[in-house]
């Protein structure tokens, strides 16, 4: 957790170059007893007693007031102010004192004491080394020589113009740390892809204010510097100097230890190393089982595509030849509708010229008739005429001779009574005009 520091003169430099100091932590641990609540649904705000606190060290302020417990009968709190010298002033104010809250009768006590130092002493590592069995004290990493470091800020251990401001350094690490003594190795688990503590610890999973934290190793090669460093170290928290001239800077809390399972021992380098190689060849096989699992995936799909492209064009033919059969069969249908139309036509055509036909046959057959009845009639005229030219010849003879008879017997039949006469002035012998009209009238042509 990352603070803004208004204060650096108890600051030590750790490396000018970074503007890296470690400052002391001050911090307290504040009880305050709550009484016992006895109406039903009503309760105490660690809100309002958190500002109760604050206001009891005013002028002074708390640089970090947290809670760490909170029970039924009591709140715990944890402070921390910005210089070592004000904690006894501080606590004075807040050891045995009371709080008043509103709403309540009771009063609150506050007990204050000082934070324990939990650091490694010089006594821890040395019994620790001396009583494992596992350890050899003459190798590298099996002594006290490397310290383990947790919650470091990763962008104040990053090279300054770098691309990447989040991803720490292990040679900034290393110029931070060789100021207590020559530094054998140093170990950022975070940067090795191939690590698999990498994936059990939360390195670089976690931030505050911005920030990521990560933890390292740094192995001294002398037992001096390993102890320097601790020493250095103990009680304190990193504090990064701002180049503005304000004052202000940002202090971090860090885990200090030493380290217990040979992190940077021979043995375990060899068999992290190995490991690495492992993971990185079982890595190129897996990348090599997965260029293999996706071509085949991809000549899957593509076969896949392929099918289904045949099925679909399938059925698409399927559909298309249902299509024409469909189209065929209503063109054999209007086909057949129009030959029976053609038909139906043709036969009213039939009929209608036999009707014609037999129309004409009988204009023909009345012509004819007619034409029969006419030449009859003509027939009947000519011989009419025949017969009134021949009678008209006769009458005339019989005229003629009646006139040769009369003439020659006038003077003896002067006396006796002349013939009758037509009203044409004619005389008229009865027996040619009888004879003439057995013919009868001629008839009419119809």
């Known amino acids: 957790m990352t603070t803004i520091v208004h204060d650096t003169a108890e600051a030590v430099c750790l490396c000018e170059e970074y503007s890296l100091y470690l400052k002391p932590t001050a911090k307290m641990t504040i009880s305050v007893a709550l009484p016992q609540l006895k109406l ?66 009771d009063i609150l006590k506050v007990r204050a004491v000082e934070n324990k130092m939990d650091f490694p002493t010089r006594h ?15 190798l590298p990493g099996e002594r006290p020589d490397t310290i383990h470091l947790e919650g470091l800020p990763c962008r104040w251990f990053s090279p300054k113009s770098c691309q990447h401001p989040d991803r720490p350094s292990e040679e900034v690490l290393t110029t931070i740390f060789q100021g207590f003594g020559k530094v054998r190795n140093v170990d950022i688990p975070m940067l090795d892809p191939y690590r698999e503590e990498m994936t059990d610890k939360n390195f670089n999973t976690f931030s505050f204010g911005g920030h990521l934290y990560f933890e390292a190793y740094v192995q001294y090669q002398e037992y001096h510097g390993f102890t320097k460093a601790m020493d250095t170290l103990r009680g304190m928290k990193l504090m ?92 054999q249908q209007q086909q057949e509708r129009e030959r029976q139309e053609r038909e139906e036509v043709e036969r009213q055509e039939r009929v209608r010229q036999e009707a014609e036909l037999a129309r004409l046959q009988q204009l023909e057959a009345r012509r004819r008739k007619q034409e029969d009845e006419l030449r009859r009639v003509e027939a009947e005229k000519e011989r009419a005429l025949e017969l009134q030219r021949r009678e008209r010849d006769l009458r005339e003879k019989l005229l003629g001779n009646m006139l040769k008879k009369s003439s020659a017997g006038e003077a003896p039949e002067e006396g006796a009574a002349d013939p009758p006469s037509l009203p044409g002035g004619g005389p008229v012998v009865q027996g040619i005009c009888l004879k003439g009209r057995k013919g009868g009238k001629p008839k009419k042509p119809r």
């Not at 640089?63 to 009591?74: E, Q, V, W, Y």
């Not at 821890?124 to 003459?138: G, V």
């Open 40 to 105: 039903p649904g009503k309760s105490i705000s660690n809100w309002e007693v958190m500002e109760r606190l604050k206001a009891m060290v005013a002028p002074e302020q708390l640089s970090a007031l947290r809670i760490s417990k909170s029970t039924m009968d009591f709140i715990r709190f944890e402070g921390e102010v910005e210089n070592k010298g004000l904690v006894k002033s501080l606590l004075g104010r807040l050891d045995g004192k009371s709080i008043k809250l509103s709403g309540f009768t």
């Open 240 to 331: 990064l100097k701002g180049d503005n001239d304000d004052g202000k800077a940002m202090a971090c809390n860090i885990k200090v230890t030493f380290d217990t399972s040979k992190h940077l021992s021979s043995a375990t380098v060899r068999q992290r190393r190995g490991r690495e190689v492992q993971d990185r060849e079982e890595k190129r096989n897996l990348k090599r089982v997965k260029r293999r699992h996706d071509e085949e995936q991809r000549k899957l799909q593509l076969r896949i595509a392929t099918e289904e492209r045949r099925l679909v064009l399938a059925h698409r033919n399927l559909e298309s030849i249902r299509l024409i059969a469909e189209l065929l069969a209503v063109k």
């Open 124 to 138: 821890d590592w040395d019994s620790f080394f001396r009583d494992a069995k596992d350890m050899n004290e003459t």
